[in-house]
T-cell receptor
Framework: DTGVSQDPRHKITKRGQNVTFRCDPISEHNRLYWYRQTLGQGPEFLTYFQNEAQLEKSRLLSDRFSAERPKGSFSTLEIQRTEQGDSAMYLC???????????FGPGTRLLVL | GDSVTQMEGPVTLSEEAFLTINCTYTATGYPSLFWYVQYPGEGLQLLLKATKADDKGSNKGFEATYRKETTSFHLEKGSVQVSDSAVYFCALIYDSWGKLQFGAGTQVVVTP
């Protein structure tokens, strides 16, 4: 396993700009999760894919957020018209089944100025 | 809804001391329980897990037992090292999709 990778690792942007993050899961994992972690808190669920299908979205995911997983491989998370409150660490995780371990990527730290 | 509560940090210990981090949960069913660890500058890593009542998870000298009667999953280590300094998260899977619900995390600082 090469592990879950995320790109970029850090992103600084100005309020109102759009940003896109990428996650590459472990190759045989068909489940992919996005979480958001703010300072001093545990990660919070954002959205979940099984293969290419987005099966659930948290109410934390406003209309400005969109996620895709074309062909059930890598995933992207886009935030449009960023706000300062979007500043956080965005984490991606993948697993083969519900019961198996979710492996996390290193995260993308977003700072909105 | 389902939730996880863990003790606040930071917890500061001397090397070779005994570590306990309390974790309790509320859940409608019988969730799988996890401890994840986040070392400085690194991503979340699974430390141990337990999937049913009375199961004991263990790894790297850490242990936690799934206690259904007290809805707890306390993390323990008998003799900590400086390298154990990290933030520890208790978590549970609370639905059929496998989504994780995390506690707020407990920072542990081990001094020489």
């Amino acid at each position: 396993d090469t592990g879950v990778s995320q790109d970029p690792r850090h992103k600084i942007t100005k309020r109102g700009q759009n940003v896109t993050f990428r996650c590459d899961p472990i190759s045989e994992h068909n489940r992919l999760y996005w979480y958001r972690q703010t300072l001093g808190q545990g990660p919070e669920f954002l959205t979940y894919f099984q293969n290419e299908a987005q099966l659930e979205k948290s109410r934390l995911l406003s209309d400005r957020f969109s996620a895709e997983r074309p062909k059930g491989s890598f995933s992207t998370l886009e935030i449009q018209r960023t706000e300062q409150g979007d500043s956080a660490m965005y984490l991606c995780a993948s697993s083969r089944t519900r019961e198996e371990t979710q492996y996390f990527g290193p995260g993308t730290r977003l700072l909105v100025l | 809804g389902d939730s996880v509560t863990q003790m606040e940090g930071p917890v500061t210990l001397s090397e070779e001391a005994f570590l306990t981090i309390n974790c309790t949960y509320t859940a409608t069913g019988y969730p799988s329980l996890f401890w994840y660890v986040q070392y400085p500058g690194e991503g979340l890593q699974l430390l141990l897990k337990a999937t049913k009542a009375d199961d004991k998870g263990s790894n790297k000298g850490f242990e936690a037992t799934y206690r259904k009667e007290t809805t707890s999953f306390h993390l323990e280590k008998g003799s900590v090292q400086v390298s154990d300094s990290a933030v520890y998260f208790c978590a549970l899977i609370y639905d059929s999709w496998g989504k994780l619900q995390f506690g707020a995390g407990t920072q542990v600082v081990v001094t020489p």
